[in-house]
């Protein structure tokens, strides 16, 4: 089984700080996609990056897919409560027939 | 809203019974997935039906089936429940038959094997 290491595990931190989790693997990835779950609902897809060294931008949020597509980050500016939740990574390793692998995740509190 | 729509949203058993889980995806989407989440393993992928066949099997244990009908919407049958077994339970559904396409996820069903 190909797993995806999602790090930190846990983090609480004050409104308005950054912060920046980490999403690795020891095998490449065809694309990755994160995905935010609240409490309570599915996840909700954020972005799909696909080449190595990409860089995505949500309002506060930056994605970035590492130049060997191992592994990617994901860095939030001024953090808000509304950012609070569940910060899942899914690889998908191609070849047709494959289903999303995801990590465990980040359990992300934004304290007002 | 995501469009997908899963039925129960609560389930209560006991060890040795059978449920059926219940989706509906989104209108137009193809695809349905079936997820296992629990705190010890993350989200796991199950299996994906595409159009009404079989397309890709994760880690769905031989006392689970599923199956996508006609009209597009799927169940996912759990058997001879175990304590075990007690997990949220997500479907989602994709426009086209590959996994990395955007996949919308409904809201869950949380079944609880006492």
């Known amino acids: 089984t190909q797993l995806l290491e999602q790090s930190p595990q846990f983090l609480s931190i004050q409104e308005g700080e950054n912060l920046t989790v980490y999403c690795n693997s020891s095998s490449v990835f065809s694309s990755l996609q994160w995905y935010r779950q609240e409490p309570g609902e599915g996840p909700v897809l954020l972005v799909t990056?696909?080449?190595?060294?990409e860089v995505k931008k949500l309002k506060r949020l930056t994605f970035q897919f590492g130049d060997a597509r191992k592994d990617s980050s994901l860095h939030i500016t001024a953090a808000q409560p509304g950012d609070t939740g569940l910060y899942l990574c899914?690889?998908?390793?191609?070849?047709?027939?494959?289903?999303?692998?995801f990590g465990k995740g980040t359990h992300l509190i934004i304290q007002p | 809203d995501s469009g997908v729509t899963q039925t129960p949203k609560h389930l209560i058993t006991a060890t040795g019974q059978r449920v059926t889980l219940r989706c509906s995806p989104r209108s137009g989407d193809l695809s349905v997935y079936w997820y296992q989440q629990s705190l010890d393993q993350g989200l796991q992928f199950l299996i994906q039906?595409?159009?009404?066949?079989?397309?890709a099997k994760g880690n769905i244990l031989e006392r689970f089936s599923a199956q996508q009908f006609p009209d597009l919407h799927s169940e996912l049958n759990l058997s001879s429940l175990e304590l075990g077994d007690s997990a949220l339970y997500f479907c989602?559904?994709?426009?086209?038959?590959?996994?990395?396409?955007?996949?919308?996820f409904g809201d869950g069903t949380r079944l609880s094997i006492l």
């Open positions: 989602a559904s994709s426009v086209g038959p590959f996994s990395n396409q955007p996949q919308h």
């Open positions: 039906y595409y159009n009404g066949e079989e397309r």
């Open positions: 990056v696909v080449t190595g060294g």
């Open positions: 899914a690889r998908y390793s191609g070849g047709g027939a494959d289903g999303l692998t």
